[in-house]
């Protein structure tokens, strides 16, 4: 399989987990509105989001994959098995104690993530109870990650890609089935969503199972001192623990960073806390859909290359990973800039979503949008590094993008409110993206092929004539006062991004650039 064609299947999956996503946040917004107990749900679903893309998808992700990758070109399918086994052992029980932890310490949690909701007792009372409800989720995906690692590097990328859509099929049940449902019994509706994301982790887990047993990679778990302390003594799990103390403090960063955020926009306006999250749900397209994709099915493929020593192929990746970037998320972060307010009013204005909330969600999208080229590029320049297993310089990295960020807060919030918290994001996070790059080329890791400059010029002048377009389609029809008519707003929004798809590409074509060299490199 082609790296085309591996990252396209990863990015039509993860397409269809947006789609059902958004469709997700849509009916959310519909039937709850932005309120209090809106703010308490995502905050509380926050909490377990942050410990799993700590421990799950972030530090043991990346420790984990890369070790596996070697292990297999080194040791073959028997030692990576037994590699298997022993990072599983260890991981299930940790994962144990972690969701005991998180339960009893619900309220810690709520108070260091929003305490601004004690503004609203009732809200922080439902933050509380919704975390304990949700807390064990981690255990579920962190054992998901755990599954699509082992997939991903018998690149098996479908199932990984693909389990995400559980999850929003569940919310999307919980609200259609299950709110009613609470309401007739006297229950606070919102609290069916807790139920939904616990399905769903129950789902991604089990679908991961077939997958693993046609490879003959399903883990054996021991549950005896013998077998833990036999699992503790792998050197491969040494080597994973080892990598992951950078990793972690790396990933911390980030999810430290989103918890000031968060801890900020519970004391501005209520509502700041449900306005981001719909920003960030749209922002999430393009950096899931090209960024996740490509880190996804490089990772396996830098490791292996690292560890069978073929530099020109790890450098050739990186450089084919980087323009695809370059190529996608340029134009992407032109339509979150200009084209903002039409794309919320039409994905989210309705029932219980207001006028004045499509803007506050429009700013906030354009905050993030100045820093997208960063926000994806990071997806493929961090592999880049933890394929060499090197996760101390990622979170040196990491560190002084923090203290940016947090130093841009100080700058912005007083001024733009939630929207200064989207656009400190944005650019911490093309600041890390900038360092992350300079070091690949300072150590000599990535050598860029000739033709960046022409590239760039073309993408550059086909993105301006994107933004003319989409800032024509914008002011030329009233998306907000469409409302009424949401199916001529839904075919305006569908002719607009496929004229905007047309323009975009027809004008690359007319400069010269040749697209089929990302299909067959």
Request: overall charge positive.
């Amino acid at each position: 399989m082609t790296l085309f064609k591996a990252a396209s299947t990863v990015s039509l999956l993860t397409l269809a987990s947006r789609v059902t996503g958004l469709v997700r946040d849509m009916l959310m917004s519909s039937v709850f509105g932005v309120s209090a107990l809106t703010d308490a749900f995502y905050v509380a679903f926050r909490i377990p989001n942050l410990f799993r893309r700590v421990f799950g998808e972030g530090a043991f992700s990346q420790a984990f994959v890369p070790v596996l990758a070697a292990t297999r070109a080194k040791a073959g399918d028997g030692g990576a098995r037994r590699m298997v086994d022993d990072v599983s052992t260890i991981l299930l029980w940790t994962l144990v104690l972690l969701c005991l932890a998180g339960v009893l310490g619900a309220p810690l949690f709520v108070w260091a993530l929003a305490s601004g909701l004690r503004k609203t007792p009732h809200a922080y009372d439902a933050a509380v109870v919704m975390t304990r409800i949700m807390f064990p989720y981690i255990g579920f995906m962190s054992m998901v990650a755990l599954a699509g690692g082992i997939l991903n590097t018998w690149k098996r990328f479908a199932i990984p890609a693909a389990s995400p859509v559980l999850l929003n099929l569940c919310l999307i049940l919980a609200l259609v089935v299950g709110a009613p449902a609470f309401a007739r019994w006297g229950i606070e509706p919102i609290y069916s969503q807790c139920v939904g994301v616990m399905a769903g982790g129950i789902l991604q887990l089990a679908i991961q199972v077939p997958a693993l047993r046609r490879i003959g990679m399903w883990p054996r778990l021991g549950a005896t001192r013998t077998a833990l302390r036999a699992a503790w003594a792998d050197e491969g799990t040494r080597q994973v623990l080892r990598l992951m103390l950078p990793a972690l403090l790396g990933v911390s960063v980030a999810q430290v960073s989103l918890l000031i955020n968060t801890q900020i926009a519970s004391y501005l306006q209520p509502g700041s806390v449900s306005w981001l999250n719909s920003a960030d749900r749209l922002m999430e397209f393009p950096t899931a859909l090209l960024g996740v994709a490509l880190g996804v099915v490089l990772m396996p493929q830098l490791a292996a290359a690292r560890a069978s020593g073929d530099v020109a192929r790890y450098s050739a990746m990186l450089d084919w990973g980087l323009r695809l970037v370059v190529l996608l998320a340029i134009p992407s972060s032109v339509a979150l800039l200009v084209f903002g307010a039409p794309l919320v009013a039409t994905l989210f204005h309705y029932g219980a979503f207001k006028d004045s909330d499509v803007g506050q969600v429009a700013v906030a999208l354009s905050g993030y949008g100045v820093g997208l080229l960063g926000l994806v590029a990071i997806k493929v320049l961090a592999p880049g590094y933890y394929a060499n297993h090197d996760m101390k310089t990622p979170m040196r990295i990491a560190v002084l993008s923090l203290a940016a960020t947090q130093g841009l807060n100080l700058l912005l919030v007083p001024r733009l409110a939630h929207a200064g918290l989207a656009l400190s994001i944005g650019l911490g996070a093309l600041l890390n993206a900038g360092l992350l790059l300079a070091g690949l080329l300072r150590r000599g890791s990535f050598r860029p092929l000739p033709g960046w400059g022409r590239f760039l010029l073309q993408v550059l002048a086909a993105s301006a004539l994107l933004a003319v377009f989409l800032l024509w389609g914008a002011q030329a029809f009233d998306w907000t006062a469409l409302r009424a008519q949401r199916w001529l707003r839904a075919g305006l929004m569908a002719g607009m991004l496929a004229g905007s798809g047309v323009l975009y590409f027809a004008a690359l074509w007319g400069a010269g650039l040749k697209l089929r060299q990302f299909v067959t490199r």
